[in-house]
């Protein structure tokens, strides 16, 4: 499967933006995406998985209650929508696929699209 992430920009702290991550293939509904992001310097880190029928979601806290993760498989796409954005949540942010349950460690996924970056302003 091949991704590819799109929605980054600039926002001030406070606001909102919807990060994409669109697939080819036609298997799309049995994979797990995830949203991880990297700041400059710092590791690769988990932010939110999504199983592949959308039932489950797992999110990592510094995110819980200001992100949303859905999907549309018919549009073979997933959607992160962020709110009440910090300075801290700027970063590249990438999406990942793989078959089985959802995981937080990058290492467990298999297909990765490039970055988008996400830059807030205090």
């Known amino acids: 499967v091949q991704l590819q992430a799109s929605g980054g920009g600039l926002v001030q702290a406070g606001g909102s933006l919807r990060l994409s991550c669109a697939a080819s293939g036609r298997t799309f509904p049995n994979y797990v995406v995830g949203w991880f992001r990297q700041a400059p310097g710092k590791e690769r880190e988990f932010v939110v998985g999504i199983s592949g029928n959308g039932a489950s979601t797992i999110y990592g806290d510094s995110v819980k209650g200001r992100f949303t993760i859905s999907r549309d498989n018919a549009k073979n796409t997933v959607y992160l929508e962020m709110k009440s954005l910090k300075p801290e949540d700027t970063a590249d942010y990438y999406c990942?696929?793989?078959?089985?349950?959802?995981?937080?460690?990058?290492?467990?996924?298999?297909?990765w699209g490039q970055g988008t970056l996400v830059t807030v302003s205090s």
């Open positions: 990942a696929a793989r078959r089985g349950g959802i995981r937080r460690g990058r290492n467990e996924y298999d297909y």
